[in-house]
């Protein structure tokens, strides 16, 4: 079994944003990001997909910038599938899926002082995972989500739950559809946090919905 970083503490997953610049409609991507953290988002994935994706240069610079600010607010920033971004940034962690880069290797590349994350559908992925040295997973969709066109059928929370029952310590993070409206049942399943695109991105007030995001989780009792 490969190792586990030390660098990810769970409470750092209870509200963990995820955004790409298409993700912010006619609002500038870094400044959602800015008021996503004044408001009190724990971690951050930078995940750059779709039509109209900056790459090369561009990406590496708009990279460093979104890096700057969560340096700014001591949350870690995580690459999404882009593990030579990732080193070439010195990032935090890298988050991939199944179709992406295997963890195994992602783990071997990162070495055992970055953040890992694996989006797992199925037990054996799950455990897959932990045996490539994952530091948390990944459990969607739990809600209907617009923001991945390829996702899996809706998931729910029973999974989360399960996993939970196997795994008392795993960090666990749900996603997919999650708001400030439906988000309890995710933690009451087990989850240690909610990962979320649209809700913060695609808010008109990113700073207010952040915040009242942060200050309901804190409210089910979950510490931030
Ligand atoms: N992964 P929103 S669902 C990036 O099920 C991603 O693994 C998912 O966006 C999975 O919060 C998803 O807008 C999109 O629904 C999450």
């Known amino acids: 079994m490969l190792r586990r970083s030390s660098s990810l503490n769970k409470e750092q997953l209870a509200l963990y944003f995820i955004m790409g610049s298409t993700n912010t409609g006619t609002q500038d991507p870094l400044h959602v990001l800015e008021c996503a953290l004044r408001g009190g988002i724990t971690c951050f994935q930078l995940r750059e997909k779709g039509p109209g994706a900056k790459s090369g240069e561009a990406l590496l610079e708009f990279a460093r910038q979104c890096q700057e600010l969560c340096k700014e607010y001591s949350v870690p920033f995580i690459v999404n599938d882009d593990v030579d971004l990732a080193l070439a940034l010195d990032a935090d962690g890298v988050h991939v899926g199944q179709e992406d880069e295997q963890a195994a290797i992602v783990r071997k590349r990162l070495g055992i002082g970055k953040i890992l994350g694996v989006s797992s559908h199925t037990s ?39 996993t939970r029952s196997v795994y008392p310590d795993l960090p666990i993070v749900g996603i997919g559809g999650i708001t400030v409206d439906n988000f309890a049942p995710v933690f009451a399943a087990g989850a240690n946090g909610v990962s979320v695109i649209s809700a913060i991105a695609g808010a008109t007030d990113v700073y207010a919905a952040t915040k009242a995001f942060a200050e309901s989780i804190e409210k089910e009792g979950v510490p931030l």
Do not use: N, R
């Not at 530091?135 to 390829?150: E, L, R, W």
């Open 124 to 162: 054996d992925e799950v455990l897959a995972a932990i045996e490539a040295g994952a530091d948390y997973i990944g459990m969607g969709p739990v809600y209907t989500t617009t923001s991945k066109p390829d996702a899996k059928p809706v998931a729910g929370t029973q999974f989360i739950q399960t």
